[in-house]
């Protein structure tokens, strides 16, 4: 399976849910996906997710 790029659109589950992001950042074992906005702390949403965790909805140009 191909790890995800920069400006990938993925999708992976957090918490029983299904979220879908954007790739921010890659790293060896993980990507760092940008997935909402807090309203609440007027800051986007982040978490990361391991490449194991995730599959690629559309890929970055």
Do not use: C
Request: proline share 2%; aromatic share 6%; no cysteine.
């Amino acid at each position: 399976m191909a790890n995800a790029k920069l400006g990938d659109i993925i999708t992976f589950k957090r918490d029983g849910e299904s979220h879908e992001g954007t790739v921010s950042g890659v790293r060896e074992n993980s990507v760092i996906v940008q997935y909402g906005y807090s309203k609440e702390k007027d800051e986007p949403l982040t978490t990361i997710v391991n490449h194991k965790n995730y599959k690629i909805k559309k890929e970055s140009k």
